[in-house]
């Protein structure tokens, strides 16, 4: 095997993801959003959702459905069905160090993300894209999504930092795994 194809298994494998790292992708092919997504109408009425994970724009909450269209080393082509749109996702490697198919194991699996692990409180916020007091941070994790690792280099970290726009930021502070407050 070549140490390319070595490479590209040990990446796959050491993704931070919690459900299966998926390896091979068909066009065409359904799967589910794994965190809540924000994007954007971009100028030719096609959704937009940048790696850098802004927090603004249209919710797409978790587990939607959604169909494979396209994908290259820098974004990924969805087809939102509940709407129809095409959702295009862009990679800003300065700012996520991430390649596309990590990014995609992040936000898309092939099964919906089972919510039953999360308390009642936090299904909610999941499903509306929020973050309150007390989630864990695996509820914060499918509520907004990984934060961007140019301003949270470690999910170990008990502060972490995302994007609201490109001036705007949350900072969400964790006391061991629990959220203990959220600045914006």
């Not at 459900?19 to 965190?35: C, E, I, P, R």
């Not at 978790?62 to 939102?80: A, C, E, F």
């Not at 509940?82 to 936000?107: G, P, R, V």
Request: with cysteine; aromatic share 10%.
């Amino acid at each position: 095997m070549s140490s390319l194809r070595y490479c590209l298994i040990f990446l796959l494998l050491t993704t931070a993801c919690k459900h299966k790292a998926l390896t091979n992708f068909s066009t065409g092919d359904a799967y589910y959003t794994q965190v809540a997504i924000h994007y954007e109408k971009s100028t030719n009425n096609n959704a937009k959702f940048c790696s850098k994970n802004y927090h603004k724009g249209i919710l797409l909450p978790i587990n939607s459905r959604v169909t494979l269209q396209d994908m290259t080393n820098q974004s990924i082509l969805m087809r939102i069905e509940s709407t129809k749109e095409n959702l295009l996702i862009e990679n800003d490697y300065k700012k996520t160090s991430k390649n596309m198919i990590q990014i995609f194991n992040e936000l898309f699996a092939k099964e919906k993300r089972d919510l039953s692990v999360f308390s009642e409180v936090e299904r909610k916020s999941i499903i509306a894209g929020k973050v309150t007091p007390h989630m864990t941070k695996n509820a914060v994790i499918a509520a907004l999504g990984y934060p961007p690792v140019n301003e949270t280099k470690d999910t170990s970290s008990n502060k972490w930092i995302y994007w609201k726009s490109k001036t705007s930021k949350t900072t969400v502070n964790f006391n061991g795994d629990k959220v203990i407050s959220i600045k914006e």
